[in-house]
């Protein structure tokens, strides 16, 4: 681990140009923190621990945000948004969701006790770059929200222009295909229709793209389709929600998807650098390849 001289330039905050307090440390240290709380599963008090043990070892006289400070600012920060792509490729978004389980004084009990009380929890929705393998759009919402409704808040947060639109059985609803439509009018909808879908009532002269999946499976078969559609490639969306859980929630039963803020925006807050730093991860992870010869 290294803080490069330029993060270390950045450390503090810079000066205000208006009335009202003076903040001590740079959106930067903030996220720096709570990147490192993210990978290594750590408490508040216990980042702030880190992040003390870190600067005495590499020697750099830099204050140390508190757990207070931490939690505080949390509330407000700007996580980076995270990256669409290269240029204006255009992203062939992969769209799913799971169940975040929330961090409180009930998991305490069931641990300690056995205590069986309701669990509480959260739903991520969340959008996958196909071809860059990144979350590119993250969603967090109660548990009783309908996928379907999120569709336009993903594709807002998608940078560039969308080529296709590709989510289960749960997405097959008019209101997706509108909303796909207005983001982006020649963009394709993967989505399988339901057992009982029956063609519209243009079908034979004006198909639809629900309609044409019809057809699709009609002549050959739901798995023929899935094949033909491009539909299969969802599965990464699956293996990008399973990596979230393995590696932010420490891979555990116990600790699976769990997330530890205790109010809603600072649980938007935590989900957004859970979801840089995989982001990070994998761009670390991945090879520069170049064609030689």
């Known amino acids: 681990m290294w803080f490069s001289e330029e993060a270390i330039a950045a450390w503090r905050a810079e000066p205000r140009t ?49 757990h207070t400070t931490l939690s505080r600012r949390g509330e407000t920060l700007e996580v980076p948004r995270p990256r669409s792509g290269s240029g204006a490729e255009p992203v062939h978004l992969l769209v799913d969701s799971t169940g975040l389980k929330l961090c409180g004084a ?24 196909a071809e860059t393998g990144e979350i ?29 639109f590709t989510g289960d059985g749960a997405y097959d609803q008019d209101g997706v295909y509108r909303a796909v439509a207005d983001h ?19 079908a034979a002269s004006e198909p639809t793209q629900r309609d044409r ?18 539909y299969n490639k969802r599965s990464r969306v699956e293996a990008a929600i399973g990596r979230y859980k393995q590696v932010i929630g420490d891979g555990r039963p116990s600790t699976r998807g769990r ?34 010869g």
């Open 184 to 202: 982006q009018p020649e963009a394709a909808v993967i989505v399988p229709p339901r057992a009982t879908a029956v063609p519209s009532a243009t």
């Open 18 to 66: 208006n009335r009202g307090g003076q903040p001590w440390y740079s959106p930067l240290a903030i996220l720096t923190a709570l990147t490192l709380r993210a990978v290594f599963h750590l408490a508040l008090r216990q980042t702030e621990g880190l992040i003390g043990s870190l600067i005495r070892l590499l020697g750099r006289d830099l204050p140390v945000p508190d």
């Open 136 to 164: 590119v759009a993250a969603e967090l919402t109660t548990n009783d929200v309908d996928d379907a409704s999120q569709v336009g808040s993903l594709l807002g947060q998608v940078a560039g222009p969308v080529a296709s």
């Open 259 to 292: 997330v530890r803020s205790r109010k809603d925006q600072r649980r938007t807050t935590e989900v957004g650098v859970s979801v840089h730093v995989l982001n990070r991860m994998l761009e670390l992870g991945r090879p520069d390849s170049v064609r030689v």
């Open 213 to 230: 999946h019809l057809q699709g499976i009609a002549e050959k078969g739901r798995i023929g389709w899935q094949k033909m559609s491009g």
């Open 106 to 129: 009930g998991e305490w009990l069931i641990e300690k006790h056995g205590t069986k009380t309701r669990r509480a929890s959260r739903k991520l929705h969340t959008g996958l770059n």
